[in-house]
């Protein structure tokens, strides 16, 4: 084994080489070198290793290893490889997976079975956690009811110190194996307070939990969606939360490791949504990705074609002054830029819960006087240009006029699109970018070739 | 103090009535009344109450409490309010904070002083805290050395668990608030492992650290960037990590909670650069704003005009053929919006270290195909609709050849510009959106004008 764990790089040209080895190894069915080197790496690194791998070379991997990928590595390997994993093990392999992990992570496996699979699986376990995973797939997807696991350290206020902690020597195998705070429990078993675990261990034996412990600022039940837990994390710098059942009774705990993906979830969904991308992986197959972008894009024809019917209620005008059709893109592309920039902010900072009340007054007002502001200067800048290059005072002065009334009207968009999307209940990131370029597309090609109709003919 | 302390609501509409009463007791100057609620609040809704204020408002507040904003209300709030913040006080009051702040909490107040008033309140300081505070600020913003705090528990390999707990509680005033774990060090103080305080809790008193410690998997020294440091808590799921010096010894700590605001800033960062906002908060004045966006836009308008100059190219065909104006945009935004969506996913992969080695060629080949994949059925759509509504099967001819070639190109536009980035060393995030839309834009009107000049003149 040391040998094997010598040779493992962290980084660079040495870990393209171990994909090599390792691709190689599969390839040979060198079932003894795979499966150590892959015990070797701590799972993390390990799982990247897989993920590195072709799809179908992975499932030749998961092949010659059998029913011996370790459990570890399984959950630390993404959605998709995770599924085609769990899909490849055997029944006995899955049942001793979900007995080594934590009822959380337990859950995200039963969560990839097909649901004969997973009622025959579950008969496999012992009544006791059969009945903890059962409980658990009751929540929705996406709480905290989901999210939590079902092992954590609870006392009573009256314990001291010393007896919390022969307590938790006395019943080791119990515990989760990692947690950062002990939970004060009333007879109702509500949870009424915390302790650090560095509180703990920093205060003398004989001192009382009730006499140490903190208020507790989070207040998670199993119903709270994934987002809003996200969000008591990052405000109160948590590492761990409990959460309650509807009784208000201490069932289970968050730890900050799983928030911390949730977040990363979250961002890449609204980076995603902002630029019309339904969702996105690595290991994505052609066929995923046009399934994730397509839809988007007919959306995307359909208002393209609204826009060039504006156009085309200006034919004449057009073809009459063959610079419109020259300079008109300039106000669109400008234009539609502005909105997106109003739009991210505005996306961001809903995101970031920074858009309530007077706050959303305040962006409402800053947005608008920014396109105001932003008009003035880039009607002058694109007013000037065309100048230059048509000598053409009276065709200056109409893409100024419409420069000017698109950036006023980009500014507005950018802004409201998302607040209204949200007032409706809708994601504010998903569709409002179609939405604004939409707006300011139409905008920008009427108020120009509007305006020119008027003024040039 | 319990009258406070009952009426202080989560959320909802109680919220916007404590804003009021808040902005009313500001405004009468009730310094009593907004210190005895400030200080009821947990530090973070006592910072959110402050931040909804108008900035003036904001600052009629700190003016109102004199030295008397408490120091973990100042840490938590955000950038702009704790710049103006640490500003109004006086400096005693900003001593005061320094004394009672982490050391990584006082390197951020430090960092919003000028350089006088820096110099000044570090002579106010203990000498011990002073050097400490300097240490700190010789590292580079933005790296492990600035983030770390210099509290931590660090123990010998020989040390049993019952010795560490004690030596704890003997010198608990030198801990840190929170910590998760001990780091074991070898006699040059270099640390050969860890211990999870969760592990400690449950194993007897006369069990050696190096019996349990495990190893360490992260690697951090004080010059690593913050962004290295946040991908190695995800990928590890670390609560806390120990940070060494050039010489490997063990010299701080840094903790998950700082971890999380580096995520969340590091993906706003890559959110508004996608829009080509350079930066953004909710305070920001309209100067600001336009400061953070009209540069991108005088980008925009470059390229906006060279993408003019590709259609002035063709201005007799124009002259002759009205309908390609009309429909010259349609091929523009759809090919606009399909490198928009490439570049999003690339530059999401790329954040999250997923574009390395066979992930990019294999990133490569799916974007192209997916592009070739994505024209066929827009040429098609695209040609369709032309035909219904033009009735000229020359000119869907046209518009599909150059929807199918601005796909293709798109499809490589999106993959390649932000890989091109990142190998310069660039962020490829910053400025790809406007190399892509300049390169599908310029490539769209190229080839529908250049195509009908050939086919249908």
Known sequence: ???????????????????????????????????????????????????????????????????ELPSDVLIELR????????????????????????????????????????????????????????????????????????????APEFWTVGHTIDHARDNAAELPDDFYEVYVVDPKIHPVGYVLLSQLLRTPRNVKLSDIMSDLHSDISVATDQEEVAYQFQKYSLASAPVKDEEGRLVGMITVDDMVDVIQEENTEDLLALSNVSSADGSDTVFETVRARAPWLAVNLVTAFIASGIIALFEDTLDQIVQLAILMPVVAA?????????????????????????AQRRAIVRETTTGVVQGVLFAIGVGLVSLLWFRDTQLAIVISLAMFASFVWAGFSGILVPLALRKAGADPAVASSVFVLTLTDTMAFFSFLGLATLILL
């Open 1 to 67: 084994m040391s040998d094997v764990t010598d040779q493992l790089p962290k980084n660079g040209p040495e870990k393209d080489q171990l994909l090599q080895n390792m691709q190689q190894a599969v390839l040979n069915g060198d079932q003894v070198w795979v499966k150590a080197t892959l015990e070797a790496m701590h799972p993390a690194d390990a799982s990247d290793l897989l993920e590195q791998m072709p799809r179908d070379e992975f499932e030749a991997a998961l092949a010659l290893l059998g029913g």
């Open 79 to 154: 959605d998709e490889y995770r599924e085609d994993a769990v899909e490849a093990l055997p029944d006995a392999a899955v049942v001793d997976a979900l007995d080594e992990l934590d009822s959380d992570d337990a859950t995200t496996v039963l969560e990839d079975l097909d649901e004969n699979r997973r009622e025959r699986i579950l008969d496999e376990l012992e009544p006791v956690d059969r009945a903890v995973l059962e409980a658990r797939l009751v929540h929705d997807e996406d709480t905290a009811g989901r999210l939590m696991q079902h092992e954590f350290l609870a």
């Open 334 to 358: 400008l234009a539609g830029n502005a909105g997106s920039q109003g739009l991210a902010v505005a996306v961001r900072a809903i995101a970031e819960r920074e858009m309530e009340g007077a």
